[in-house]
């Protein structure tokens, strides 16, 4: 799980999703710039400005971007399938 927050204002807020929504997503990751585009992904818990979410599909060239943003990050999980959840901060 990673924190991929960013200082932009959100286009929905935590208290409007549910676990099991299934939304599109915008991640601009620092240093970056473009966003990468998360064309699908569940919500899988909803806290107080923080949800996090399992990313379901992205497009092959962001889901390189995005492993090597998670790869480049002192981590202590670096499974396969370590970019498959995001942590998010509002």
């Excluded at 997503?25 to 710039?33: G, M, N, S």
Aim: hydrophobic fraction near 40%; proline fraction near 8%; glycine fraction near 2%.
């Amino acid at each position: 799980m990673y924190d991929l927050s960013t200082p932009r204002q959100p286009m929905a807020s935590a208290d409007t999703l549910q676990p099991g929504d299934r939304i599109q997503l915008h991640l601009w990751i620092p240093d970056e710039d473009s966003h990468i585009a998360i064309n699908l992904a569940e919500v899988q818990w909803v806290k107080p400005n923080c949800i996090k979410v399992d990313l379901l599909t992205v497009n092959p060239p962001d889901q390189t971007r995005l492993n090597q943003f998670t790869a480049s990050q002192n981590t202590l999980s670096r499974s396969s399938n370590a970019a498959s959840q995001v942590l998010i901060w509002f």
